[in-house]
């Protein structure tokens, strides 16, 4: 079966087409304004737009309340709820129910305890989204282009639906993906050429680094 692909944090329409042009299965939106890859709610709805029915779309939240989530939810109707804060299975549950999207729980990992404590979201998580521990000095949950031991998911059963993000890029996805055997990939700055600034020229590389090794 084929490699899903998400291309995360698209703010601007023409990278959002670029992503779309080369094939990505599902594009991510940052509504978190402290990221350089942060919409404002009418960007998000006009990128949501354009993408609807060419690639499922990702809205990724850090622990936003209630009425942010609803107006963002109207704006984009996304197709999946990423959540990247310290939410609770018991939320999660709740925001699944709320909105009908598929939920994707990001788990930071360093160690093989932080992989197993993916468990806690089973039933639960439509996916779980296994991303890199931020730097001590990142204001981001995410999206900091730093990967993990990617050896810590070689055990796991590939007919789980995970995704393997963190630190990817052109050169080494296909590396990445011979050791974990992930059934998803996730990437953002390793398609940019500065952080927030998506360069579709990398992103068609991504694509084609995934589809052809
Ligand atoms: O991308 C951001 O700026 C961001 C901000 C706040 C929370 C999460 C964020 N990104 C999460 C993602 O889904 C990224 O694609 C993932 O962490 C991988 O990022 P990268 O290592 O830069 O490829």
């Not at 598929?102 to 992989?115: H, M, R, Y």
């Not at 031991?149 to 993000?165: E, G, I, N």
């Not at 993906?177 to 059934?183: C, E, V």
């Amino acid at each position: 079966m084929s490699v899903e692909i998400k291309i995360c944090g698209l703010s601007e329409p023409e990278t959002l087409r670029a992503a779309l042009d080369a094939g990505a299965d599902v594009v991510g939106l940052v509504s978190f304004p402290k990221s350089p890859r942060h919409v404002t709610l009418a960007r998000a709805g006009e990128l949501a737009a354009l993408a609807r029915g060419r690639a499922r779309i990702a809205l990724l939240t850090v622990d936003a309340p209630d009425a942010l989530l609803a107006e963002l939810a109207a704006a984009v109707r996304p197709d999946i709820l990423q959540l990247h804060g310290a939410e609770t299975p018991e939320r999660a549950a709740e925001l699944k129910r709320l909105y009908g999207a598929e939920i994707w729980k990001a788990v930071p990992v360093a160690t093989a305890a932080d992989v197993a404590s993916a468990d806690a979201w089973a039933g639960v998580a439509d996916r779980v989204l296994f991303d890199a521990r931020p730097p001590k000095e990142s204001p981001l949950p995410g999206g900091n282009g730093v990967a993990f031991d990617w050896s810590l998911l070689a055990s796991l059963d590939p007919r789980r639906a995970f995704v393997l993000s963190g630190g990817l890029d052109p050169e080494n996805v296909a590396e990445a993906l011979a050791i974990t055997r992930a059934p998803a990939v996730d990437v953002s700055s390793g398609v940019e050429r500065a952080p927030g600034a998506k360069d579709p020229e990398r992103i068609r590389a991504f694509v084609d680094a995934v589809r052809n090794g």
